[in-house]
């Protein structure tokens, strides 16, 4: 039975290998600290925090996020260890709540490896508080408690660790801060939910589920997708969930072994594109009577033949968004619970290992080796069988994205597929963009679409800089070693008039126009298909001159509109002004850039996207290294792109570190040509 604690109230540890569930209406950054019988911490070494996710017997998630897990092995904490504080506190320089009386009270549960339920607490009372010191397991004796703490501070994170003890709390707290906003910004963001009982149909925008109708539960999680889980027989009667996406960076600590059946996840909502899809109502009648978007109708006897488009959802284009959405949660969740499962049968036989060996008569002699041999066929049969269970989901996801990926619709579909080949200039804009694809090492063959929708929300960067994945990123061949700089530029330039050409083609014509920024004239070659098809007009113009006109003219786009807006006088615009989204290319930053244009481009990063004025950057960081930080804000406000396979993103429900591949034609296809010539026939047509 789970103990409900409040303020004060502490309850025994049954076992001293636990996860610390928390759950909160909002983005909340986790930490832990380890102190002394006082409970003060004097080394600033003994917290763990985003930037420094693991101790000796502790480990918290490496981002912020609404759901962590915190795996705490209390055999394993240092010999003077007698407290171990858990933190929260709300992300500071981040969009989002500035308090916790301004979101859903967070909860603390202390769950066995297993999911079983042991305490919770949830932590009411707080208002102007932006950082709380959330419980504390302390040592009695032989055995280990939790306390229910719940102690606010309204001076925020710095203000909690110099209650802690800990030196130098002001900077400790900016770093944490710095780590946990660079999290933030590679975070992929998750498909936002529909909205309930109206139709959102292409480019329609959601607004964001109230922070208070998020349900602050905790509970054990299935990673596994129902369809997937209802294969496992007996685990699949339970009819577990899973839940809708999460906020960006929710990460994923240590967690329980994947065998363990266990119900939803906390802070499920219903009806989002990731959530469950075979369980909406379908058909016109239920989205009438609950506002529930209809949907194909599924078997619940077990997995059935995947269908393309079974999601919820009003039309075909937001069916398959939200179900791509789903297979990236069910990818992400599914290898979780594997590498949870390894993870537990690694530490299990080092454990097993440890002990034959704390024991001198069993080292030597043919007792021992027959000790050992156990020990091994004993982790060798968990593993065999958490890879059996991964290889069955994987096969159903692949089977999936077989059926769904022919059926993508241009804006969502690679630049391989056929559907280009019939291709016509659309009349609506769709709701999302395809960018690349995502792929983790466990199936490098499965590809789930990475879509982000439109309009954009952030600028994106194509970063010409170094792959962290070294020989062999380029084209996947690693003959060719380590892509040489000026090769890697070129395939940066590429990448971005890829994309360009995307964004053009999935608007209705007139209605998405592109500038490119291009100092030194190296684009000239890559622009060739925008140039021929006569998308644009003229190269570029060369040198600061034109930097200095373009941005001039877009950011007095950005304050004309914007000023309009703020009086309620949008129809007093000028009669020239381009109603059109606009997108700015700039190859080459910072080079051609003087301290205003780059001024200019940081508000334009900024303001722009609110008016529909769009930034597209490829650029090396280390060639704007001189600048310092001035430009870190700049770069983390950024969606990072690169031309070359990287695993530098990561998704907002478990953590993982994705592999991204750009979206680019293949090589010698002729389909970009022929798609922007469609496009500039539909651009003059428009004109006549």
């Known amino acids: 039975m789970t103990a409900e604690l409040v303020r004060g109230q502490n309850h025994l540890l049954p076992q001293t290998r636990v996860e610390i569930r928390i759950s909160a209406g909002s983005p909340v950054t986790p930490g832990a600290t380890l102190g002394g019988e006082d409970g003060r911490v004097s080394d600033p070494g003994r917290i763990a925090h985003p930037g420094a996710p693991q101790l000796p017997g502790l480990e918290v998630p490496g981002q912020a996020a609404a759901e962590h897990r915190l795996a705490v092995d209390l055999d394993a904490l240092p010999p003077d260890v007698e407290r171990v504080h858990v933190l929260l506190a709300l992300p500071a320089g981040v969009p989002g709540p500035r308090s916790f009386g301004a979101i859903a009270p967070p909860s603390v549960a202390v769950t066995g490896l297993d999911g079983t339920a042991i305490a919770r607490f949830v932590i009411t009372g707080l208002d102007s508080e932006s950082a709380v010191t959330a419980v504390e397991l302390y040592r009695r004796g032989e055995t280990w408690k939790i306390r229910a703490v719940g102690q606010g501070y309204a001076g925020g994170l710095a203000a909690m660790l110099a209650d802690q003890g800990l030196p130098e709390a002001q900077q400790l707290a900016a770093d944490i801060e710095r780590a946990v906003a660079e999290g933030l910004a590679r975070a992929v963001a998750p498909a936002p939910p529909p909205a309930t009982g109206q139709p959102t149909g292409p480019g329609a925008r959601r607004p964001q589920q109230a922070a208070e109708e998020r349900q602050a539960q905790a509970g054990p999680v299935d990673y596994r997708h129902p369809r997937r889980a209802a294969a496992a027989g007996a685990a699949g009667a339970s009819g577990a969930s899973s839940g809708g996406p999460g906020t960006p960076g929710a990460s994923g600590a240590p967690r329980a072994p994947a065998s363990a059946a266990a119900p939803p996840p906390p802070g499920v909502g219903a009806g989002t594109g990731a959530g469950p899809r075979p369980g909406a109502p379908a058909g016109a009648a239920g989205a009438a009577a609950g506002g529930v978007p209809p949907q194909p109708g599924r078997s619940a006897s077990g997995p059935a033949e995947p269908v393309a488009g079974d999601a919820p959802g009003w039309s075909m284009e937001e069916r398959l968004y939200n179900q791509v959405w789903g297979m990236f949660e069910d990818l992400a969740r599914t290898v979780a619970a594997y590498r949870s499962a390894v993870d537990f049968a690694d530490s299990r036989m080092d454990r097993e290992l440890d002990q034959l060996l ?243 481009l940081r508000y334009l990063a900024d303001e722009g996207p609110s008016v529909g004025v769009h930034l597209l950057v490829v650029a090396d960081r280390e060639d704007a290294k001189g600048y310092g930080p001035l430009l870190d804000p700049f770069w983390r406000g950024m969606l990072r792109l690169t031309p070359t396979p990287d695993d530098h993103l990561a998704d907002p429900w478990i953590g993982h570190a994705w592999t991204y591949e750009p979206a680019r034609a293949p090589m010698g296809s002729r389909v970009l040509e022929q798609v922007l010539a469609q496009v500039a026939a539909a651009r003059r047509a428009l004109r006549r």
């Open 358 to 600: 704390a024991d001198p008569r069993a080292r030597m002699g043919s007792i021992a080796d027959s000790a050992r041999a156990e020990v091994l066929a004993r982790h060798s049969t968990l593993v065999d069988r958490a890879r059996e269970v991964l290889d069955r989901d994987l096969g159903q996801l692949v089977a999936e994205a077989g059926v769904v990926e022919p059926a993508l619709p241009p804006a969502f579909a690679s630049w391989a597929s056929p559907v280009w080949h019939e291709y016509e200039v659309p009349e609506d804009a769709p709701m999302a963009l395809r960018l690349g694809d995502l792929h983790l090492p466990e199936h490098t063959e499965l590809r789930v679409p990475l879509l982000v929708r439109l309009p954009l929300e952030r600028g994106l960067w194509v970063d010409s800089g170094t792959s962290s994945l070294g020989p062999g990123a380029l084209e996947g061949d690693p003959e060719r070693g380590f892509p040489d700089s000026a090769e890697r530029r070129a395939l940066a330039l590429d990448t971005a008039v890829a994309h360009a050409s995307r964004l053009l083609s999935v608007h209705p014509a007139g209605e998405f126009n592109v500038h490119f920024i291009d100092p030194g004239g190296t684009a000239t070659t890559a622009l060739t298909p925008l140039l021929h098809s006569g998308v644009l007009a003229e190269p570029p113009p060369k040198g600061a001159a034109g930097v200095t006109d373009t941005l001039t003219r877009l950011t007095q786009r950005i304050d004309l509109v914007q000023m309009a807006l703020r009086s309620g006088a949008a129809d007093a615009l000028p009669p020239d002004l381009d109603p059109a989204q606009q997108l700015l290319v700039v190859n080459d930053f910072p080079h051609g850039f003087d301290d205003r244009a780059i001024n200019q």
